[in-house]
Each structure stands twice: as C-alpha cells, then as structure tokens.
C-alpha cells in the first residue's frame, strides 16, 4: 500500500510537470488565437467602437502620478476611453534606460504592441522588416485640420522624416527644433557672491567655471562645487555640452554643410577645440571627475544639492529644479545665449526636430485609433478647447503631457508663449491669451507678488516664460543665431547598420580625451568612422541631398 | 514455466531510471537545447518578421563584419587579460590562506575566518555593483578617504580606464578567494599524516613540511581547479548559463563608456550590439565564437585533468 | 597538536593570526561600511563622517525604503522565487542525479544522459533565441519564467551525482533485493543519507534563486513584476533614483540618494545573511567538487 503511494505520487509528480509545460505552451497559442480572433472580430464587425489597443511605453524618470492612478488608469486613460472608446492596455513598460533593450528583444519574438514609440534606426529596421502600418491614408482621413495643421507646420519635414517609398509609415513626434537647442545657465547668486558678471565669451565662460570652483561660490568654507555640470552621455536630456561645442564652431551629431556638400559635424577639426577645453576644466577640476556615471537626472540632484554652476542645457531643464527651489529659495539661475570665442557670434545648433516616432504594428487592426489619440492630445493640451492645467502641467508642476501614450506639440508654441506672455506682462491686457499661455501668466504673477501656493513651480515659469526667461533667448537665436541640422531624412541603410558602433565609438573617445586623454584620439576617431561606414553614410546623404 | 527474456527484464529495471529522468531532460531540452537551433542566425541576415526559417542567408558576413568592429581585438585583449589575471589569483591567493588557515591551532578562530571569507561568494554582483560603486568612489568613498588620509591622490578605481580591469580583476578575487580557501582546505585534511610525521623524522621543520609535503598534495587540486576554469576563460571569469557569466555580470553592472577601451569584453560586446542596438546577428555571429573558443579550451581543460589528475566528470 | 611551542612558531602563529583577521576584517568591513551609511543621516554622510559606525543614528533609510511600495513588492517576488524555485532544484537535482549516479552497467543511457546535461554548461543558444523559445511558451511576464527556465541547475546536479555515487552499493542492493523501488531507494536511504551534500546543494540553489536578475529585467513586462534584484539593478547601476518627489518630501533632510541606496543594497542581503548560518557547516561538502578522486 505504501509502495504503491509513493510510486504514485512520482508518477503523479512527472505528469503534472509534463501537463505543465504542455498547459504552458498550450496556453500561449490559444492565448494569441483568442488575441487574433478579438483583432479580427473588432477590425470587420464591431459596431460599439469599444477598441482595445495593446501598447509600449518607457517611463520618464520624472513621472508622477496622482493618489490611486497608474500608468493604466489615469486622466489621458480615462479622457481616451470617454472620448474615443480606446480602452488603452499596456502589455509593457519599462524604466526610460531599458526601453531599448526591452523593445529590441521583443521585436525578435514578433509580438509587436499595436502602438508603441522608437527612434529613428528601429524604425528604419521595422519598416524594411515590413512590421508597420502603412499610416499615409489613416492620416489623410482621420487627422483633424488642426492636427494637419501642426504636423505641417515645419514645412513637412517631419512628416517627410517618416516617409518611406511615398508611404507614412510613422507619427513623428512633432516637437520643435530650436526648443532643443542649448542655452547656458548660470547661477546669478553664485555670480553675485563672487563680484563677477556674466560671460561674454567662451574665455570668460572658462574663468567663470574655475572661478565656481575654487572660490567657494556658496560659502561653506568648503571647496564642494564643480563649475561645469555634464551628463554621462554627453548630449541631450540636462547638462549636456552641445552649447558649449558650439562656442567652438563644433556641430556634434549633425550634418554641415562644407564646400556645398553635406559633412558630418562629429568629425569636423573644431570638435578638437571643444574636446581640448573641456579636457583642461576636467584636470583642473571643474568637472565632477564621476561624470561618466551619472545621467542627467543624477545630474540634476546634484544641481539640487548646490554642487554645479554653470550648465548648458535646454529651456525647459529648471523645471527639474522646482524641489531644490523650494528647498534652497535663494538659488537662482538665468538663462543666456551661449558665448563664442573672443569677439566672435556663436551659433547655436538646432538639431532636426523629430527623433521620435510613433508607429502601429501592421497587425493592429484599428490603425485610426493612432491618429485619434493625436488629434485629441493636441486638441485638449493646445487647440481651441485645451485645458492645459488639466491635461499638459497641473498647477504643481507636475508634467501631466507626459501621461499620453501619443504626445506632439506645434513646434513654435513654447517660443510663441513667451512672446505672448511677456507682451501681457507689460500691458497688463490678457486677451489675447490662450488657454495655456494664460496659465503661464497667472503662475508668473502669482510668483512675483510672492504667493506661497505652488511658489517653486511658479518659479519654474518665470525662468521659462517670463521678459528674461530661457525662451527669451530661443527666440533671440531666431535672429539669424541658428544653425539647422542639414539633413532631415528617414535613417538610411548605413545608419541603421553603423550608427550603433559610430556613436559608442564616438560617446568612448570623447569621454576619455576629456578624463585626460591623449588629444590625437580625435584623429584616430575620425579615421575610423570613415572606415566603419562613415564614408557611406556621407555618400547616401549627399545622394539624398542632390535629389531634393 | 517459461523463462523471462532477460533483455525485457533488464529494460523493465531501466525504466524507472528513464521517467526519473525525463521531467528534468525535458526542461533542459526545452529551455537550453531549443535555443540552441537559433544560432543558425548568425549566418542570416534575421529579420525577426520572417523568422528563422525565411531570413536570407549571408554566410560569413556577420563574422567579418564582427572582425572589422573597432578595437574587436583590444576587446579579446581585454577579456584574455582579466580572465587569466582572475584564475592566477584566484588560485594563489586562496592556496595561501588555505595554507595559513590550516597552521591555526584555535578551531573556533579558524572556523570564524573561514565563515566571514565564504560569505561574499554568496552576493550577487547587483549588490556588490552597490556595494563597490559607494566605497570606490573617488569623491565620497571610503578607500579614497582613507587614501586622502594617508596624503595619496584619489584613485577612480572604476572610471579610469587604466585601473578598471585591476579593478575587475580584485573584486572578484575578494569575492570568490574563501570559496577557493574552502576546497583547498578541504583537501588539506585529506593529506595523509602519516607524510608530516615521516617528513618530521627527517628532520624537515613546519615550513619544509609544506615546501615537500603539503604543496606537492595539493598539486592536483590547484591543477584541476585551474583546468576547469580554462572552459570560461572568454567569459572573464565565472560558469556560463543563459543568462551569461559571473564575467559579464560584474563588468556589466560596473562599467561605463569610459573605460570600455579596457574593460569591454565579448560578453558585454555581445549584449551591447545584440539588444542595445537590434544587431541581433552579428551578436549572435560573436557569442557563437566565442562558444566554440569556450568549448575547446574547456574539452582541453578536460583532457588534460583526466591526463593529469585522473579526474573525470562522468 | 603539539601544545610546547617552539619560540618561533609562537611568533608565527601571533603574526598568521593578524595576518587572518586582517584578512577577515577586509571582508566584513565593506559591508560594516554600506550598513553604517544606511543607518547615518544623508548629512552626517555626506560631509565624510561615516565610516564603520553610523553618526547621527537613524532608521529614516529603512523607512523611507520601505514606504517604497516597489521595493517590498520586489522583495516578495524574490522570497515567492525561492519558495517555490528551491524545492522544484531540489527534486529535480535528486531526479536527474540517482539515475545519473548508477554505473554504466546498470543503467546503459547513463552516459548519454550525463553528456547531454553537461554540453548545456558550456553552449548556449544565446540570449535572443533562449527569449524567443520562452516567449513562445507564453511565459513572458509569467512568474514560471522565473522558475521553469533555471528548473534544472546543471552544476548542482553534478555535485549530488558525484556524492550518490560514493555511497555504499550494499545498502541499496539490500533494498532492491527485498523488492524496493528505485523511487523507494532514492527516498528511503539516498536522501537521507545525503543530507549534507543536499544542504549545501540547497544553499547554492537558495542563492542563485534570490541573486538572479537578469531574467526579471528582460523576462518581465512591468517593473512591477521585476524581482528584487532586477529592480535593484535599476536602482543601484542605472541609478533611476526618484527621491526628491513631494510626497517624501519628509525625508529629503535624513535621507539621500546615497543612504537609501545603502539601506536597499543592505536589506537585499539580509535573507542571505539569515540562511547563511544555518548552512554553514555544510560549505566543506559542496565545494570538494564531488569528483576529486583519490
């Protein structure tokens, strides 16, 4: 009897581990019949127009959700439910760093979300792969004329960007050019505390980051403080340095134009000046010599922490600042234009202004629900009906744009804004105002007449949108102060191949020759890139150059 | 009565061992042999849209492509450095401790040491990466301070690249030195001491006992040992399993762009291309090189601790 | 041993004895370290004070630690892991060894077995075609694609293999003979015959199970499903610290990024540390390789 219960119960162990992984791949394929025959069914006959769309998304380092909602159930979940019938599902998020990765494994086993966002190589590569939608009609039909409106305001460059053999195969994400140019930010109490002005060239720029450094700007008796701020990956997000490369005449990661033909900016001879200059600020120890470990967020809090004087950055980047501000009430920071060498003007480098695309999955069969999300996120964050307090910044701060699975913005409206705002300011006359432009009015005044409600963030639009913000300055660049990225194309082949070995190659020696590196690697650097499709790539461009 | 056939016979007693067996052989066959089929796409141009079975065929070009990667070479150079740096000390060191363990007379404090070195061989490198990022720090960490305090310059132990791979190489061997002084203290005891007592009639003292005695015994666990880690020598120390190496998992977690001119080896190249950047089969093109690398050193490793050790896995 | 001590050896046994405990020390005081920035106030650390005993004495880390809805989620995803992980090791360990342990002539497939578990420890698919496999299967995102993929631990299996076979063919034939079964065998006299090797076995099953992350990280579709580890690796290498968000906004004076990562890192080696001791006296039994002949 015992006998027989223990042979029984290994037999039984054996067929429930067999039934098991029998269950499990069972269980897949039925599960993604049920999936094909739920798409299928909502493609030909589902009258509700309750639509079930699965997507992808990173999470932005600075997201916060109010008390109970989610990623899954939030005000853009609810509003896309109510207004479209979109019952959004996310089959995965991951943290921003890992978005990447995350995507491209999941790419391999062919399971693409219905929407979901890359950049400009991964749509390359699902296009040829034959993975996307085809979105030319989809969006000719279903785009309201203001979503036309704003999709074209660049003259349908963007829209250009995404277009493959005559076919829209992606929804840029439309955003504006010269809003992702650099300006310097300065903090003006550190200036002040040392007697100094503000720099009118890059050699004062240099004396200014030393001077941040060794003259203890904050008092403390301690030497605690780095005068130039600087990310990990070099460029882009907070504290990036394409400012000051372009003090140098140095276009890193865009295309220039030489002799009537088009070059790449990272291999041009000015880069080494830019690389020399902050090679000697990282010896005498203006930068934080574990740079190379923090990302822009880290970055941030160290900014927070009164540790950085002096950052090149966006416009927006004061906004990750609000809590320091509330916390430390007497940093302040002002925006300026970036300085060129001795007498000269810099210009300031706007790179193209999509490097994100939205695309849908060609297996989703409500393809519309992409351009229906579009047309309600623009019409609720910046058309005639926007609420922007509710749906792109609550009062707080806090970013509610960045809920939507689907964001773009007209690309002109920040700069508009602030023109509009600081005119409204002077003439105390609202009325011509819209919506979101009059919430940045009202957190101003409210700022200056010293209210405690939500003072930081209101902080945050005076820094932005007021007479001297960082807008100011974007807009003073319009002036003739700019310099525009000469390529705007769709990835070419070369790049989808080689981009990924040209820019480790590139983020590499570029770091090590500012640690101190030997100088001569540059040229080492541009060699190679030549040779690893470098030269190629210059090809394809110039090729799509002449036949524009 | 008729006499059982006694092959049916034999098969009937083998059949129980057979379904012990099988629930485990499916998961491995599953979940180790299943992938295996893909790394036909190192020779494809895969796109994941057509599969296995539709992606066009390149033959080698992955692999020269792979060999045209700038500083591939230094890449080797790198992994060949680190790893073989690791199995060196990793056999000294804990040869020598081992050797000094056993001279102690007090168990209780031998058996106390052995306790405390054991334990960071249990630690994942996701704590340790914790861990080693804090302490090693050059600005707040507490070997740079108690640098400073001695009057040296702060070294950034992980972000130089001229340090990185030493770096790699000695936080390993303080990971993994007590696990090494466990097997050969193991195989201390095992020594006859009968041997020490003749020696001592010789007139040999305590540190010729373990020049002529002690060393010599030990001799073929520090060869085998060192043979079985020949096998990951391209993995930068450490086992292999799906998920990569010991290798990959500390370098991974630790290291940044600059130092990857000395601190990227295949497995951290592999990844980077492979899921960083969707070059699935150029990555797969190099782990498949490196696999068979791994396999002949390793089968090598065998051969030569069957040779000379007599050990056998089977 | 000898208790008359020469001189000499008496001196060397003095300086073996520092030169171990230094040794020790060396190990232990990294971790001392890291637990005593945890339990310092982020100021007391950053202006340097901390060193091996924590200044300004506060449990805020833990708290803020563990106000952190992610962290416990992760956490008790790690011990559903090793719940569940460990005992399906461990049966498939003592499974896949007995047959494995006969010799060739009882059990003529032994070979081909023992090679066909062995070749997977050197090749590998590699790890798009092992997520492919598993996606197929339906287990992305499942909490079984934690489990089922690392069911069956190669290296353990070859330990216990090595160990089964050194134990006395007299006792089983005894069994077989009055009509045992080989199940029997295996439970009846193997198993407890082996408690070591199997405690030793278990450890290293308990740690790999509570140490893996990487498969969280690419298996998972949520960083809410991510184990300890995965989200750990998160925090600690990518550095995706959120701290200074309002609704801590209480802790911004004790707690920095620094001690929370501290206090993370040290809670995350707290089960290890439990285990540890309980296991320790079998250490000597796992680590001989099981196959060292003499």
Request: charged share 15%.
């Amino acid at each position: 009897m015992k006998k027989a219960n223990k042979s029984l119960a290994f037999i039984v162990a054996l067929l429930l581990l067999c039934s098991m992984l029998a269950a499990c791949s069972g269980g897949a394929s039925s599960a993604s019949s049920a999936a094909s025959q739920n798409s299928a069914g909502g493609g030909s006959t589902e009258p509700t127009g309750a639509v079930t769309i699965n997507a992808a998304r990173p999470i932005p380092d600075d997201l916060s959700f109010p008390d109970g909602d989610t990623m899954e159930e939030n005000i853009w979940t609810r509003l896309y439910e109510s207004e479209l019938g979109i019952q959004l599902n996310y089959i995965w998020t991951t943290p921003v760093a890992q978005y990447d990765q995350k995507l491209n494994i999941s790419i391999t086993s062919g399971d693409l979300p219905d929407i979901f966002q890359v950049n400009a190589t991964q749509l390359k590569q699902l296009v040829d792969d034959g993975q996307l939608a085809d979105l030319t009609d989809v969006f000719s039909n279903t785009a309201t004329a203001y979503t036309q409106d704003v999709m074209n305001s660049d003259g349908g460059n963007a829209l250009l960007s995404a277009t493959f053999d005559g076919k829209l195969m992606a929804i840029p994400k439309m955003g504006s050019g010269i809003g992702n140019s650099n300006v310097l930010w300065i903090r003006t109490d550190w200036l002040e505390a040392l007697g100094m002005d503000a720099p009118k060239n890059m050699e004062e720029l240099l004396d200014l980051a030393r001077a941040f450094t060794n003259n203890d700007p904050d008092g403390n008796g301690q030497k605690d403080t780095y005068g130039l701020a600087l990310n990990k990956d070099l460029w882009g997000m907070f504290a990036s340095v394409e400012g000051l490369f372009n003090g140098f005449g140095a276009y890193p990661n865009m295309w220039v134009e030489k002799d009537g033909s088009l070059e790449s900016g990272n291999i041009q001879p000015e880069m080494k000046n830019a690389l020399q200059a902050l090679q000697n600020l990282y010896k005498e120890g203006c930068i934080d010599p574990e740079f190379g470990v923090k990302d822009g967020f880290k970055v941030s809090e160290d900014v927070s922490q009164n540790k950085l004087g002096i950052m090149y950055g966006f416009f927006w980047n004061m906004g990750w600042l609000t809590d320091a501000k509330t916390a430390n009430p007497d940093m302040e920071w002002k925006a300026y234009s970036i300085v060129g060498e001795g007498s000269d003007a810099a210009l300031v480098q706007v790179p193209f202004a999509v490097d994100t695309y939205f695309v849908v999955s060609a297996a989703c069969a409500h393809p519309e629900a992409a351009v229906q999300m579009l047309n309600l996120q623009l019409e609720k964050t910046y058309g005639e009906s926007a609420e922007p307090d509710k749906y792109n910044v609550d009062t707080t701060g806090n970013p509610i744009f960045e809920y939507p699975l689907i964001y773009c913005e007209p690309p002109m409206k920040n700069l508009d804004a602030q023109v509009a705002v600081t005119a409204a300011l002077d003439s105390g006359d609202t009325t011509a105002l819209n919506a979101e432009q009059m919430g940045y009015y009202e957190q101003i005044v409210s700022y200056r007449e010293g209210n405690e409600e939500n003072w930081a963030a209101c902080w945050g639009a005076e820094m932005m949108y007021g007479p001297e913000g960082s807008l100011a300055v974007l807009n003073e660049y319009m002036n003739g102060k700019a310099y525009n990225n000469r390529y705007f194309g769709p990835s070419t082949t070369t790049m989808t191949q080689a981009d990924a070995v040209l820019n480790q190659s590139q983020l590499q020696v570029f770091t090590e020759i500012i640690m101190g590196g030997d100088i001569a690697k540059f040229d080492q650097y541009v060699t190679d890139w030549k040779s690893l499709g470098g030269d190629t790539i210059t090809e394809e461009v110039n090729q799509w150059n002449s036949e524009r | 009565m008729k006499k059982k056939n006694p092959l049916a016979a034999k098969r009937m007693k083998t059949l129980p061992l057979h379904l012990m067996i099988l629930p485990g052989a499916i998961l491995v066959f599953v979940f180790s042999y299943l992938p295996m089929f893909g790394l036909v796409m190192a020779f494809q141009n895969f796109s994941p849209a057509k599969g296995f079975f539709g992606s066009d065929f390149v033959g080698l070009a992955n692999f020269r492509y792979a060999f045209k990667i700038p500083g591939f070479w230094q890449i080797v150079y790198n992994t060949l450095l680190i790893s073989i740096l690791k199995i060196i000390l990793n056999i000294v060191v804990p040869v020598i401790v081992a050797l000094l363990l056993n001279e102690l007379i007090s168990t209780k404090f031998k058996r106390t040491v052995q306790t405390v070195i054991y334990f960071p061989h249990f630690l994942s490198w996701i704590i340790l990466a914790g861990l080693f990022i804090d302490i090693l720090s050059p600005s707040e960490g507490i070997v740079n301070t108690i640098i400073r305090f001695f009057g040296g310059n702060p070294i950034y132990f992980l972000g130089d690249k001229n340090w990185f791979p030493y770096s790699m190489v000695f936080t390993d061997v303080w990971k993994e030195f007590g696990y090494g002084t466990i097997v050969y203290l193991a195989a201390l005891t095992s020594i006859n001491p009968t041997l020490y007592e003749a020696a001592e009639i010789d007139g040999a003292g305590r540190f010729k006992q373990t020049l002529h005695v002690t060393l010599p015994a030990l001799a073929p666990t520090i060869l085998l040992m060192g043979m079985l880690s020949l096998g990951g020598i391209l993995n930068a120390g450490g086992t292999v399993s799906a998920s990569g190496s010991s290798g990959f998992e500390q370098i991974y977690n630790l290291y940044s762009p600059q130092v990857y001119e000395t601190g990227d080896i295949l497995e951290t190249l592999v990844f980077r291309l492979g899921l960083g950047n969707g070059q699935y089969s150029v990555a797969t093109a190099i782990g498949l090189i490196k696999s068979a690398i791994s396999c002949g050193l390793m089968t090598f490793g065998y051969w030569l601790a069957k040779k000379t050790a007599n050990y056998e896995i089977l | 041993m000898n208790k008359n001590l020469t001189r000499p050896r008496k001196v060397f046994q003095v300086i073996n004895v520092i030169i171990l405990a230094i040794l020790a020390l060396l190990c232990l005081l990294p971790l001392l370290n890291l637990l005593a920035i945890s339990l310092s106030s982020s100021s007391a650390v950053t202006t340097g004070q901390v060193s091996f005993w924590p200044v300004d004495f506060t449990l805020d880390s833990y708290k803020f630690v563990l106000e952190k809805p992610e962290f416990y989620r992760a956490f008790g995803i790690s011990v559903a892991k090793v719940f569940v992980g460990v005992p399906l090791n461990m049966l498939m360990s003592i499974m896949i060894a007995y047959p494995l342990s006969r010799t060739k002539a009882e059990f003529r497939a032994r070979n081909a077995y023992m090679w066909f578990f062995l070749i997977t420890m050197v090749f590998s698919g590699g790890l798009v075609p092992w997520y492919i496999v598993i996606s197929k299967l339906g287990l992305i995102d499942s909490f079984w694609a934690l489990i089922l993929p690392v069911a069956v631990p190669v290296y353990n299996v070859v330990i216990l293999t090595n160990f089964f076979k050194g134990i006395p063919k007299e006792i089983e034939e005894a069994a077989l003979i009055d009509g045992a079964t080989y199940w029997q065998v295996v439970w009846r006299i193997f198993v407890p015959l082996s408690k070591a090797a199997l405690a030793s076995i278990m450890l290293f099953a308990i740690v790999n199970h509570w140490n893996s992350w990487f498969e969280g990280l690419i298996l998972m579709n949520r960083p809410e499903n991510y184990p300890l580890q995965s989200y750990l690796q998160t925090v600690v290498v990518n550095r995706d610290v959120r701290l200074m968000t309002s609704q801590n906004a209480a802790f911004i004076t004790t707690v920095s990024e620094r001690t929370s990562r501290a206090a993370q890192v040290f809670t995350a080696t707290l089960p290890v540390l439990v285990v540890y001791p309980f296991l320790q006296k079998y250490f000597t039994t796992g680590v001989v390789l099981g196959g060292v002949k003499e």
